[in-house]
Structures are given as C-alpha cells and as structure tokens.
C-alpha cells in the first residue's frame, strides 16, 4: 500500500472514530434529557462538548474536501481582452469564466461561494465565503478604492470595484492564479489605480503561496482541528520561517489561518510541541 493510500484510510478512520464519539455524546445527551434529576450545569457541559465535536468534524471535513478540490480545478482560459487603440493590450480570465468552470467541481465536493458587498465614503469591500456542506465556512475580504478611472459615474465606479473584488476573492479563496488579468473596460470598469492593482497583486502573491503550501497547510488545519499539536508541528516545520511569516496574516484581511487557528498556533502547547520536534530533529 503506498503512502497516499496510508493517509486515505487513517483519515478515513479518524474521521470513522470523531463521528462514533459525536454520536455517543448525542447518545448520552438523549438519555440525560429524559431524566428529570439530571444536572443542568452537567447538561450544558455536554452540549458544549457535542458543539466542540461538530466544529472540530466540519473542520476536518473541509480541509479533506478541500485538498481533493484542488487536483480537480480546471485550468480556465482566459477569454478577456483589453484593447487600446484597437490593439490587444492583455487577456483577463473573466469572472463568469472562472465561476462556470469550477461551479461544478466545488459541487461535488460540496462547497458553495457566497459574496458581501460593503461600501464607504472612496472604497469598496468585497468579502467570498466559501462554506462547505459540513457546515465550516472560511472567507477572505479584498478592501479596495473605488475606480474612478475614465468617466465613470458613481454606480460605474462601485460596479467595476465588485468585479475586481469578486473575482480575486474567488481566486484566493481555491487558490486559482491566471496571468495577464485587468478588468474589461467595455464591461465594467479600465484599468485599477496603482493602489488598487498593488493590493490585488499582494492578494495573488499570497493565493500563489498558499497554492504552493497547500497540502501542508490542509496538513497543519487538519492537526489542529485535532487539537494534535505535534503533528501540526512537525508539518509547520516543512514550510521555510520566510515564508511562514508571509502566510501570517490575519483571516480579515484574506489569511489562510482562521482566529481560532491562530490562536492555537501561538499557544504554550503548539510552542512546546515545536521545540520538542526541533530538539528530536537536531539528534
């Protein structure tokens, strides 16, 4: 049996082994809630483990989903062209192109895309979030000016801000990078300023660095969810301190790491767990 298969049924068996405890405190619930003598404070203990249990699952469940997503994503054609002065001046994969080519893959293995749209005074926020059927979601926002290129009116202006955002939220979000992308100007908005393109350049940066890591960062979320801070780690361990601290950005701003994992990896435990794997690795 080869490692990938190895790794497909432990998941398998992990996953096999959360669901039996997740449905044993379910058992032990039912049976409290018939009984009139039965401690509430222990009651609302039992709740909030089985409520643990079921985010830790969903968790785990979408980081499996998630790693079979990405050998599946097609790679999508970039149709747009921009033109000046009749002349092709770069081609652009087109939101509805990107859409349609993944929207079945993400059925399949059960996740669905969602946008909120904020508006201020001179920008615009477009958050993605990307929930899957076991019920964990991830998002990543994108804040940009609004384009006041050209001679576009107020709606113009928020309309091409949307488009840019969706579509890049959407590419960071499955880690999707396409070459030579601007918005078309016939359909919604030229050229983004300067500090428009730079804060969609960091964002596809950091989507291709997530792209290149994806398998350990699935590895270290998985861990994690597990609350098994050894092995996440010793995964951790396999991505270089440079670009670590690149991947080190905060989930409001489009970082791959959610609050709560964060929060674990600067704990004592994830701490000592890595200094136990440095000082096994330095033998």
Not at 11 to 28: M, P, R, Y
Not at 43 to 56: F, S
Not at 231 to 238: F, K, T
Request: net charge negative; proline share 2%.
């Amino acid at each position: 049996m080869n490692d990938l298969a190895v790794r497909e049924d432990n998941h398998q068996l992990a996953d096999t082994g959360q669901q039996q405890t997740g449905n044993a405190i379910i058992s032990v619930i039912e049976r409290a809630a018939t009984n009139p003598d039965v401690d509430i404070n222990k009651m609302e203990r039992l709740l909030d483990m089985q409520e643990r249990i079921m985010e830790r699952n969903a968790k785990s469940a979408f980081s499996a989903a998630m790693a079979q997503l990405q050998g599946e994503l097609p790679t999508i054609s970039e149709k747009g062209e921009i033109k000046v002065n009749g002349q092709v001046r770069s081609k652009y994969a087109r939101f509805e192109d990107i859409n349609e080519a993944v929207r079945p893959v993400m059925q399949k293995f059960g996740f669905a895309i969602s946008f909120r749209v904020k508006t201020g005074d001179s920008h615009i926020c477009v958050t993605g979030v990307l929930v899957h059927r076991e019920g964990h979601s991830e998002e990543t926002t994108i804040d940009l000016p609004a384009d006041i290129t050209g001679s576009k009116n107020t709606v113009q202006s928020v309309g091409s801000s949307v488009s840019y955002g969706k579509r890049y939220v959407l590419q960071a979000l499955l880690n999707i990078t396409t070459s030579g992308e601007d918005d078309d100007g016939n359909a919604g908005g030229a050229y983004p300023n300067d500090k428009a393109q730079a804060e969609i350049n960091a964002h596809l940066n950091y989507a291709a660095l997530v792209r290149d890591h994806f398998p350990t960062i699935a590895a270290i979320k998985s861990a994690l969810a597990d609350e098994d801070f050894s092995s996440a780690a010793e995964a951790m361990s396999e991505i270089s301190k440079v670009e670590q601290e690149r991947l080190w950005k905060a989930p409001s701003k489009g970082g791959i790491f959610t609050t709560e994992e964060r929060k674990q990896m600067k704990s004592d435990e994830f701490g000592a767990a890595m200094r136990e794997f440095l000082d096994r690795e330095a033998e």
